[in-house]
């Protein structure tokens, strides 16, 4: 009898163990959970303009793939969204999202004034026929320092495109102390989730 009760015993011991066990799972899981999403997510930084923005996931990399005119751009990430033609010469179009210094005939511009300069001035070096439209037109702050917002639709009449409007917006940040203003520009044609816009400017610091 008692060889049989000590075989029992042990196996209740088993069983309570594994019990325990398995009533610990879904804790480690919520924990496991917890601390993935508190993960922060990517960013870039720009030391040239102390700027700080959200990497965004593939098809998005890092480097900014625009030419350097009219700003010298110093940080940024792009995405592929297409292949044009454009004046009988294939290019490959992306999505933008680039920072750089103001350019220095807007640097005693107002806010107002220097984000519409630039975005004029980015405007025009687009290869295609376009329209580009101002949605909006307002003062901001990006990590603490007032800014400036302008944010525009662009469209592409008898252009036969994977996209049929491009959203973007172009920021102007006073960093204070003396220091040279800087710019962020980003531009996302629709089927790259046009969306990546207001996140981008959202996360900028």
């Given at each position: 009898m008692s060889g049989f009760a000590i075989i029992t015993l042990a196996a209740l011991l088993s069983i309570a163990w594994l019990v325990m066990r398995m009533a610990k799972l879904p804790s480690t899981a919520r924990l496991s959970s917890v601390t993935s999403s508190a993960t922060p997510p990517p960013s870039l930084s720009d030391p040239a303009t102390g700027l700080s923005y959200g990497l965004l996931?593939?098809?998005?990399?890092?480097?900014?793939?625009?030419?350097?005119?009219?700003?010298?751009?110093?940080?940024?990430?792009?995405?592929?969204?297409?292949?044009?033609?454009?004046?009988?010469?294939?290019?490959?179009?992306?999505?933008?999202?680039?920072?750089?210094?103001?350019e220095a005939q807007f640097e005693h511009s107002s806010l107002a004034q220097a984000a519409a300069g630039e975005a004029a001035a980015i405007d025009t070096d687009l290869a295609l026929h376009h329209r580009r439209t101002v949605t909006s037109s307002a003062a901001s702050r990006v990590g603490g320092q007032p800014a400036w917002i302008v944010r525009f639709t662009v469209t592409y009449p008898g252009e036969h495109l994977a996209w049929s409007a491009e959203t973007g917006a172009v920021v102007v940040v006073d960093r204070g102390h003396g220091r040279t203003r800087a710019v962020f520009y980003v531009s996302v044609p629709g089927n790259l989730r046009s969306g990546a816009v207001s996140t981008l400017v959202s996360s900028l610091r």
């Open positions: 996931p593939a098809p998005w990399r890092s480097g900014c793939p625009m030419r350097h005119y009219p700003i010298d751009w110093t940080g940024g990430e792009g995405a592929v969204a297409g292949h044009v033609v454009a004046n009988g010469h294939a290019l490959t179009w992306y999505a933008n999202a680039c920072s750089g210094p103001l």
